[in-house]
Nanobody, 115 residues
Framework: QVQLVESGGGLVQPGGSLRLSCAASGSTFSLMLMRWYRQAPGKERDMVALITSDGSTNYAVSVKGRFTISRDNAKKTVYLQMNSLKPEDTAVYYC?????????WGQGTQVTVSS
């Protein structure tokens, strides 16, 4: 069983920054491919970024160049550094891990970008 706990969301002005954290349980964190998703009201949950066990990353076009995903295997934590935030980044952000057909999600953390 994997448990994921996100933190770090909040209210920020356009152009500001936030860093989200996702703490994971489980002894095999270093082997886990981790993703960040987000879901805005009335919209589908979309992938924002992923990081593989060897540190390779991939980003949605909408956040590339502004967001950075990273991981600290010793702390079993994955991060999402979000810079140059825009109102359209407003959403609930979730971290995710898939094991076969099982999908694990955190409870989500709200990010609101507004002046």
């Amino acid at each position: 069983q994997v448990q994921l706990v996100e933190s770090g969301g909040g209210l920020v002005q356009p152009g500001g920054s936030l860093r989200l954290s996702c703490a994971a349980s489980g002894s095999t964190f270093s082997l886990m491919l981790m993703r960040w998703y987000r879901q805005a009201p009335g919209k589908e949950r979309d992938m924002v970024a992923l990081i593989t066990s060897d540190g390779s990353t991939n980003y949605a076009v909408s956040v590339k160049g502004r967001f950075t995903i990273s991981r600290d295997n010793a702390k079993k934590t994955v991060y999402l550094q979000m810079n140059s935030l825009k109102p359209e980044d407003t959403a609930v952000y979730y971290c995710n891990f898939d094991r076969g057909s099982e999908r694990y999600w955190g409870q989500g953390t709200q990010v609101t970008v507004s002046s």
